[in-house]
C-alpha cells in the first residue's frame, strides 16, 4: 500500500498528514490541499521478491481446487490450507490471497511481493483472475 505526504490547509493554518491510498481519497474530496508527494522509502527498494516453486504453488492449486469443487467456501478453503502448511512462503502466499479477497482488494496488486512465473500461474489458475 503506498503512502503519501499530505500538504493542506485547514481553518487558515497549513498542516502535513501522511496518509495511505484509502485515505487519500476522502481528503481530496475534503480539505484545500497544497501538495501531495508519494512517500519511497529506502528499504522498498532492497526488499526482495519472495520466491515460489511452480511445483508448489501447482499442488497448492490443485488442493484449493478440490476443495472448492467440494463445495468448501473460499476463506474456509485457504483457512485451511494456512493451517495445513509449514512452508512460511507458502503460508504468507496464502494468507495474502485470503487478506486480498477478505477486504475485496485487488489480488494482483497484492500478488506483486511475489516472483511468479505468470504464464504457469494464470493457465491453471483461473480462479484468481490472473487469466491471459
Known amino acids: 500500500m503506498k503512502k503519501y505526504r499530505v500538504k493542506y ?8 498528514d501522511i496518509v495511505d491510498d484509502d485515505k487519500l481519497l476522502f481528503i481530496k474530496k475534503s480539505k484545500n490541499i497544497l501538495e501531495i ?3 519511497n522509502k ?16 501447482a499442488q497448492l492449486f490443485y488442493e484449493l481446487n478440490l476443495m472448492l469443487k467440494s ?6 478453503a485457504l483457512e485451511i490450507l494456512i493451517k495445513n502448511r509449514k512452508d512460511k512462503k507458502i503460508v504468507e502466499f496464502l494468507k ?14 497484492k500478488l506483486k511481493r511475489f516472483k511468479i512465473d505468470h504464464l ?6 483461473p480462479i484468481l483472475g490472473l487469466i491471459k
Open 71 to 76: 463445495n468448501i467456501n473460499i476463506s474456509d
Open 96 to 109: 495474502t490471497i485470503n487478506y486480498a479477497f477478505s477486504n475485496s482488494k485487488p489480488i494482483k496488486d
Open 9 to 16: 490547509q485547514e481553518n487558515g493554518k497549513i498542516k502535513v
Open 42 to 57: 529506502i528499504f522498498n527498494i532492497f526488499k526482495k521478491e519472495i520466491r515460489i516453486d511452480n511445483k508448489k504453488l
Open 37 to 39: 508527494k508519494e512517500i
Open 120 to 125: 504457469t500461474f494464470s493457465n491453471r489458475h
